[in-house]
């Protein structure tokens, strides 16, 4: 059983930075897409980000030249580099490769 392993995760004040990253406990050669979604307080899920295998980059409009994400294929790891972060950034930011996730990781931002 694959198992992600995220780490990064904090608390900042708003302006701030974090990098997240998640890593695969065994290599995932068939993957096509990984991703970080996250889930605000008493909200769904929702998309922060996607790479493909060949690396073409998808954000939600709302993180859009404040997000960067960024892959290693050969090691199975997936990094997400977050700049000028909001207070309405705060929320559980989950790593996802093809059908497997990650344990979730706390981000929150202060005002």
């Known amino acids: 059983q694959v198992q992600l392993v995220e780490s990064g995760g904090g608390a900042v004040q708003a302006g701030g930075s974090l990098r997240l990253s998640c890593a695969a406990s065994s290599r995932i050669f068939w993957l096509v897409d990984m991703g970080w979604y996250r889930q605000p307080p008493g909200k769904q899920r929702e998309l922060v980000a996607t790479i493909t295998n060949s690396g073409n980059t998808n954000y939600v409009d709302s993180v859009k030249g404040r997000f960067t994400i960024s892959k290693d294929g050969a090691k199975s790891m997936v990094t997400l580099q977050m700049n000028s972060l909001k207070p309405e950034d705060t929320a559980v930011y989950y790593c996802?490769?093809?059908?497997?996730w990650g344990q979730g990781t706390q981000v929150t931002v202060s005002s």
């Open positions: 996802n490769m093809g059908p497997f």
